[in-house]
């Protein structure tokens, strides 16, 4: 079985900035794309950043410029860097990884439990 741990939630005052972290562990084999997804207050979940198998980065318009996706593929973990924090961000934040356990298998998609970040002042 395959485990996102993540991790750096906190709440924070607008402006500031927090780092969520995201490690996978179990049976994997590889993994293409890595994501944050967030879920608001009535709101439904949406993408907001994802690393993908050929590198390349994708953000919602919403963070463009404020968060930066990372990876560190020898550690099977995602970042999530957040500056310029505002309280639109508040939300709930899922770490969400593309997984396949051997070679020849499909990737699966694993989901973290999530963390709250709350921007408040």
């Known amino acids: 079985q395959v485990q996102l741990v993540e991790s750096g939630g906190a709440s924070v005052q607008p402006g500031g900035s927090l780092i969520l972290s995201c490690a996978a562990s179990g049976s994997i084999f590889s993994i293409n794309a890595m994501g944050w997804y967030r879920q608001s207050l009535g709101k439904k979940r949406e993408l907001v950043a994802v690393f993908d198998s050929g590198g390349s980065t994708n953000y919602a318009d919403s963070v463009k410029g404020r968060f930066t996706i990372s990876r560190d593929n020898a550690k099977n973990t995602v970042y999530l860097q957040m500056n310029s924090l505002k309280p639109e961000d508040t939300a709930v934040y899922y770490c969400?990884?593309?997984?396949?356990?051997?070679?020849?298998?499909?990737?699966?998609?694993?989901w973290g439990q999530g963390t709250q970040v709350t921007v408040s002042s």
């Open positions: 969400n990884a593309n997984i396949r356990h051997y070679v020849g298998d499909i990737y699966h998609p694993y």
